[in-house]
Nanobody, 123 residues
């Protein structure tokens, strides 16, 4: 079992940057693939980025080079660096862990979820 706690969200202006962190409990963090998803107001939860246990990375189509996912296994933490933020990036951002280890974009592949952190981008 792994527990995930996100942090780093907040209110920023368009064009600003934020770095989200997700701290995981447990000793087997390195075995999990980690993903970020987001859910905007009135929208479905969508895939943002994922990093596999071996470091392979996948991004959602809308990212277009603005976001970077990384992980620090020594700190049991995964990060999402978000640059050039836009108002449409406003959402609750969720961290998730996938026991299968692959950087999947499919929500159903992720067994463990954090509570989310709010990101609000003003124009």
């Amino acid at each position: 079992q792994v527990q995930l706690v996100e942090s780093g969200g907040g209110l920023v202006q368009a064009g600003d940057s934020l770095r989200l962190s997700c701290a995981a409990s447990g000793r087997t963090f390195s075995n999990y693939a980690m993903g970020w998803f987001r859910q905007g107001p009135g929208k479905e939860r969508e895939f943002v980025a994922a990093i596999s246990r071996s470091g392979a990375i996948r991004y959602g189509d809308f990212v277009k080079g603005r976001f970077t996912i990384s992980r620090d296994n020594a700190k049991n933490t995964v990060y999402l660096q978000m640059n050039s933020l836009k108002p449409e990036d406003t959402a609750v951002y969720y961290c998730a862990a996938n026991e299968g280890g692959s950087a999947s974009y499919t929500r159903a592949r992720y067994e463990h979820w954090g509570q989310g952190t709010q990101v609000t981008v003003s124009s």
